[in-house]
């Protein structure tokens, strides 16, 4: 077994040094203005390597709804970066994301549309999350990076910590992978911020509610329990109210206060998903 056939360098190592990379690459490479902007492209970008190493390279056109959501993901994050070389302005940039997070979204789920009443409820909560995370991170990501990435982190492993009790390995190994590579990002502005966030970071928030899309409508996951990630989007509220100095030490202790406070309805999601689940064949345990 080589080394990249291990479990948590798939997972975890492989997508954070990517991500790490990735940011690294396009910062520099594109310069200070348009780099700062297209930095968070890494994220996803490490995401579709990750897919790639963990599942493999779907075919095209797609043959399964896993196949539609990397084909999905890669249609985002080439939106994702024209538009920040166009120098979109985020509000626009984000309703542009918001359009194509809503055609993937049908594209991926069309097999079960449209479904009995759960399923079309299950459709219209999952698009109307997408648009309220969207507009969450469009007012974070003008100031810098941080705030929407150490949101997307805590959403990221929500979501992976949801699948794994529902034992949906796939899509859990993916949103772990996806939170690493935003903690490569994380890396470059913590404690200092060095980039923006953009319409290709706000195309790597798409991404994970792509997999929230398929944990919803092809597991057995007790997927309900994922709207108790949705309190983390308001997690800098709590920040900004926390008696933390405007100094450069300040900003890097607010950085890791978020960090906490976001994380918290993420457990909470797991531990909703466990009750959920008890009794169930749907529990990983």
């Known amino acids: 077994m080589s080394l990249l056939d291990d479990l948590v360098v798939q997972t975890a190592v492989f997508p954070l040094l990517a991500g790490l990379v990735g940011v690294g690459l396009l910062r520099f490479a594109a310069g200070p203005a348009r780099g700062r902007r297209l930095a968070a492209a890494g994220v996803a970008l ?3 390597a990750a897919y790639a190493l963990i599942v493999g390279v779907p075919a095209l056109p797609p043959p399964s709804s896993m196949g539609r959501l990397f084909w999905s993901a890669v249609a985002g994050v080439v939106l994702g970066v ?26 991926v789920a069309y097999p079960v549309l449209p479904g009995g009443l759960p399923t079309v409820t299950a459709a219209v909560v999952l698009v109307a999350a997408a648009w309220f995370a969207l ?9 810098g990076a941080a705030t929407p990435g150490v949101v997307l982190l805590a959403a990221a492993l929500g979501v992976g910590g949801v699948a794994l009790v529902g034992a949906s390995a796939s899509v859990a190994q993916l949103a772990f992978a996806l939170a690493a590579a935003t903690g490569g990002l994380l890396l470059w502005n913590w404690p200092v911020e060095h980039h923006g966030w953009g319409t290709a970071g706000q195309a790597a928030l798409g ?14 996951a007790p997927a309900e329990a994922l709207v108790a990630v949705l309190p983390a989007f308001f997690a800098d509220r709590l920040r900004d109210r926390l ?43």
């Not at 024209?82 to 979204?105: C, I």
Request: no cysteine; glycine share 10%.
């Open 46 to 48: 490490a995401f579709l």
């Open 82 to 107: 024209a538009a920040d070389l166009a120098g979109l302005e985020p509000k626009r940039g984000s309703l542009l994301v918001g359009v194509w997070l809503t055609a993937a979204l049908a594209w």
């Open 135 to 143: 507009s969450r991170t469009a007012s974070h990501g003008v100031a």
């Open 207 to 220: 991404i994970l509610v792509l997999l929230a899309a398929a944990l919803t409508f092809f597991s057995s």
């Open 243 to 285: 008696p933390l100095p405007e100094t450069a030490f300040g900003r890097a202790a607010g950085t890791v206060a978020l960090t906490v406070i976001a994380v918290v309805p993420a457990v909470a999601a797991v531990g909703i998903a466990l009750l959920l689940s008890v009794g169930t064949e749907a529990s990983g345990y």
